[in-house]
């Protein structure tokens, strides 16, 4: 039996025999062979949104991706449901969970095409999501999602900001096609809510200083019109 110097650490030995080796989701997997300092920035945008639903009944995340970081929400939150349009991503988070961990839900919707998603939830957000929708199919998309929000619930969009583009990866702006700049996202979001918070990070540092050296922006909208 082989032990580590320090016994304290033999918890990561028992935890290896009795959960295995734990998998990095697809996306993050990337990210980490390519860019490692890319996974600072994910796990601090979701820690602010984990900061910001904490005490939520049931919140739901919207473009997924692989969720190996909605595990931080899901630390604040009683129950998590989370949802992405590729089946690939479903099927590779169904794949990892483990009991402790598992989501309330997790499954395949298109919120698009499909209509909005069954259910009510007090928080919903999405994260790196709007960006990706066609100008022309951003109201149906924002409909579709706010629909299970509660009167009461909260809503956070995060997305890369216009400016910050001229910055960003290859990889990164693939799929950019609705970045926009903090003044329009807040105008887009108050078509939708009475009452729209806006921040802005710049790697893994939240603030609310001048929106166009931001590289990310938040909207955090409340009290659904």
């Known amino acids: 039996m082989y032990s580590t110097k320090e016994p304290q650490y033999n918890v990561s030995l028992d935890y290896l025999k009795q959960h295995g080796q734990e998998k990095l989701g697809l ?5 980490w062979y390519d860019d490692p300092r890319r996974l600072t920035f994910t796990f601090a945008r979701y820690k602010f949104v984990s900061k910001m639903l904490s ?39 169904q794949s990892r969970m483990l009991p402790q961990w598992r989501f309330k839900d997790c499954f395949t919707h298109d919120l698009i095409n499909g209509g909005p998603i069954a259910g009510q939830y007090d928080g919903i957000y999405a994260l790196d999501v709007l960006e990706h929708i066609e100008p022309e199919n ?3 998309f924002l409909k579709n999602l706010i629909t299970p929000l509660t009167k009461d619930g909260t809503l956070i969009i995060g997305m890369p900001s216009l400016e910050s ?32 918070y806006m921040f802005s990070m710049n790697d893994e540092v939240l603030h609310t200083g001048y929106h166009k050296m931001a590289h990310y922006l938040f909207a955090l909208c409340c009290n659904k019109k």
């Open 27 to 31: 996306m993050l997997n990337q990210a």
């Open 55 to 93: 005490g939520c009944k049931n919140v739901l995340e919207a473009g997924c991706g692989d969720a190996f970081a909605s595990r931080i929400v899901q630390q604040e939150v009683e129950n998590l449901t989370v949802t992405d349009f590729d089946p690939l991503f479903i099927d590779d988070i």
């Open 138 to 140: 951003e109201k149906i």
């Open 165 to 196: 583009q001229t910055y960003a990866s290859p990889i990164s702006k693939a799929g950019h096609v609705n970045c926009q700049s903090m003044p329009t996202l807040k105008t887009t979001m108050k078509n939708f809510f009475h009452n729209v």
